[in-house]
């Protein structure tokens, strides 16, 4: 018997194959990806958290509120570009972080900072 091609059934098995390699490579993908953008906001976090802290290195009397009693300080992004700390633009959250957003500082009960990134709705 000569065959010349493939039948039927020969061809649905290999497209069925075909799909489910397509569905295992979709997930792993999407997967890939979300640790991605979470790595990246991570990043992010921290590379404005450091910028805010070098930023308080260099502008101490920024400090002085904290130490007279007030509850936190914040600092602006565009704070940080300006002083040349950061020069890239981030994004939290799926948002971008913009000029306006801020980093908020409040000092801890053994005396050391305590950062968080906070997006303006302005």
């Not at 194959?17 to 397509?22: P, S």
Request: glycine share 6%.
């Amino acid at each position: 018997m000569n065959k010349r091609g493939f039948t039927l059934i020969e061809l649905l098995i290999i497209i069925g194959l075909l799909a489910l390699m397509g569905g295992f490579f979709s997930v792993n993908m999407t997967r890939i990806l979300n640790r991605t953008n979470s790595s990246n906001e991570a990043e992010a976090y921290t590379e404005l958290i450091a910028a805010a802290d070098v930023y308080l290195a260099m502008n101490k009397e920024e400090l002085t509120p904290l130490y007279n009693g007030a509850s936190s300080i914040k600092i602006k992004v565009k704070d940080l570009k300006s002083a040349e700390l950061i020069s890239k633009d981030y994004a939290v959250n799926g948002k971008a972080v913009k000029d306006n957003a801020y980093v908020t500082v409040k000092l801890g009960s053994q005396g050391e900072f305590i950062f968080k990134v906070e997006m303006s709705d302005n």
